[in-house]
């Protein structure tokens, strides 16, 4: 795609983090804004600075894990600006993670529902529209833990992996199908945003069962999240700086989007195993790299 203004940008996970910036962006690049969220008031937040700032923009409550909802954020987009261009399925959960023999079917299905079927169901929404008008451009929000598999990260790793699969077969699909429609890969590496408390998101049906009253987080753990919290501080991206990579990868019809270089010889390694047939490198978290 190469001329922005007038058309629309559809966002899923846009009331925060990542996709708030992305609308932001886009909203300065002319677009008209169609944004889904599970979060409703954070989402009429986002929507509200949006329309202060002069953009076309509307909101829809979305759970991307349910299919009827993401076909209502497709009609949402019909209904008011006369159908999507860019289509950022950008919503993600970064919980549900632990050593697999504690990991339990509610922790995978969570999980599950957003990162990997919230994109099937927006492909699904969206895909033969553009086809049919021949223009626009998808990107799937993965991560470098699609590139990559850390330990104790059992569900986002599949979902991520999983999101990078569908990327790559789906701009085979459309390369070779001479369509016009591009398909871009965002792989971020540490971004700031509230991934680390998706719980607040979590649906009461797929809590993990436990006790009616909870134990209180021993010291040991709340240390543990307490140094993520101020790790991810100090080196993390901000999403305002992915948005504009986002933006531009759009413009250049540009596949991988990579937020740094923070992770390429974790990437490499893996790459390396793979060709050599060696067994995957060993790492003990995502974040070591930067103790």
């Known amino acids: 795609m190469h001329d922005l203004a007038g058309k629309t940008a559809v966002i899923t996970g846009g009331a925060s983090g990542m996709g708030r910036s992305f609308a932001h962006r886009f909203g300065r690049a002319g677009m008209n804004l169609v944004l889904g969220d599970i979060e409703e008031p954070a989402l009429n937040a986002t929507v509200s600075e949006l329309t202060d700032a002069g953009h076309h923009a509307v909101g829809l409550p979305t759970d991307v894990g349910d299919e009827a909802a993401m076909r209502a954020l497709a009609d ?32 995978w299905a969570w999980t599950l529902n957003v990162n990997l079927w919230g994109v099937i169901h927006g492909i699904g929404a969206f895909l033969p529209a553009l086809k049919a008008q021949d223009d ?71 809590q993990t069962p436990g006790p ?12 543990r999240i307490e140094s993520i919290i101020e790790m991810v501080s100090a080196h993390a991206k901000s999403p305002d700086l992915v948005a504009d990579l986002v933006h531009d990868a759009v413009l250049a019809d540009q596949f991988w989007i990579h937020t740094d270089d923070d992770f ?4 490499e390694a893996r790459l390396d195993s793979i060709r050599d047939r060696t067994d995957p490198p060993g790492r003990q978290s995502i974040l070591d790299q930067y103790r």
């Open 76 to 107: 949402a987009a019909d209904e008011h600006f006369s159908g999507a261009h860019v289509v950022c399925l950008n919503a993600g959960v970064g919980g549900g993670n632990g050593d697999m023999d504690t990991l339990t079917t509610q922790d």
């Open 136 to 206: 626009g451009h998808i990107v799937i929000t993965a991560s470098v833990a699609g590139l990559t598999s850390y330990p104790s990260m059992g569900p986002y790793n599949t979902t991520k992996h999983a999101a990078v699969a569908i990327a790559e077969t789906l701009f085979s699909e459309l390369r070779d199908g001479g369509s016009h429609v591009g398909v871009s890969c965002l792989c971020p590496g540490l971004v700031m945003t509230n991934i680390f408390s998706s719980d607040r998101n979590r649906p009461e049906a797929l």
């Open 212 to 223: 009616l009253i909870a134990d209180p987080m021993s010291p040991d753990e709340q240390a």
């Open 264 to 267: 390429t010889a974790a990437i």
